[in-house]
């Protein structure tokens, strides 16, 4: 089975440009999550999707952020324009959703790496 | 204000011998805990869970306890191995299934 796949692995802009991140998470998984982990701290949470509701976006920049995930599989993630602050490493990750056996666990993709110059 | 603290940013530890991570939590309503590890240019893989309805939790090498009147937890793995080198993060979640709070992470150096 695969695993949650994401791309661009690595994404090198300079600041202003636009940047976009995608995601497939596994198959079944109702529940997606888009994290952003700064070096040397935790992922901490942007966005969570309950199949194509965003059920919690209130960690996300609006102002430059957006994500959408169209017919409840994948989804995409959008910066523009892009700021020096934002070179982090963007996770995404899915689960089975809420009341499923092992619902509450998260299965994380490899990551896409964003420097800003 | 961090919610989920791993107050120890490192730890090495000889191979077979037993390493233990800690993680403490401060708000009251977490109840499901979960702990991933995270080679370099790869995303967290889970290790183990633990809700709230229970103190201890085994799985393998791997065993997970939870202190709620402390609002701490840990995680003991027993013998450790270079391959457990990684960075070990901390996740609470208040509901089942919904958002996780990640701690900031302990590097685990294991040497032989």
């Known amino acids: 089975e695969a695993g949650v796949v994401q791309s661009p692995r690595y994404k090198i802009i300079e600041k202003k440009q636009p940047v976009a991140f995608w995601c497939n998470p596994i198959?079944?998984?109702?529940?997606l999550y888009w994290y952003r982990q700064n070096l040397g701290q935790g992922p901490e949470l942007l966005i969570r999707?309950?199949?194509?509701?965003?059920?919690?976006d209130s960690q996300l920049p609006k102002d430059r952020f957006s994500a959408e995930r169209l017919k409840g599989v994948d989804s995409t993630l959008k910066i523009q324009p892009a700021e020096l602050g934002d070179s982090a490493v963007y996770l995404c990750?899915?689960?089975?959703?809420?009341?499923?056996?092992?619902?509450?666990?998260?299965?994380f993709g490899a990551g896409s790496r964003l420097t800003v110059l | 204000d961090q919610q989920v603290k791993q107050n120890s940013p490192s730890l090495s530890v000889q191979e077979g011998r037993i390493s233990i991570l800690n993680c403490d939590y401060t708000?009251?309503?977490?109840?499901?805990f979960l702990w991933y590890k995270k080679y370099p240019a790869e995303g967290p893989t889970f290790l183990i869970s633990?809700?709230?309805?229970?103190d201890k939790n085994e799985d393998g090498r791997f065993t997970v306890f939870l202190n709620k009147s402390a609002k701490h937890l840990s995680l003991h793995i027993v013998p450790s191995q270079p391959g457990d080198s990684a960075v070990y993060f901390c996740?609470?979640?208040?509901?089942?299934?919904?958002?996780?709070?990640f701690g900031p992470g302990t590097r685990l150096s294991v040497l032989p």
């Open positions: 990750a899915s689960s089975l959703g809420q009341g499923a056996p092992g619902a509450n666990v998260l299965t």
């Open positions: 198959s079944g998984h109702n529940t």
């Open positions: 999707y309950e199949n194509e509701e965003a059920v919690d």
């Open positions: 708000n009251s309503m977490f109840d499901y």
């Open positions: 633990i809700s709230s309805i229970k």
């Open positions: 996740a609470a979640s208040g509901s089942y299934g919904q958002n996780f709070v």
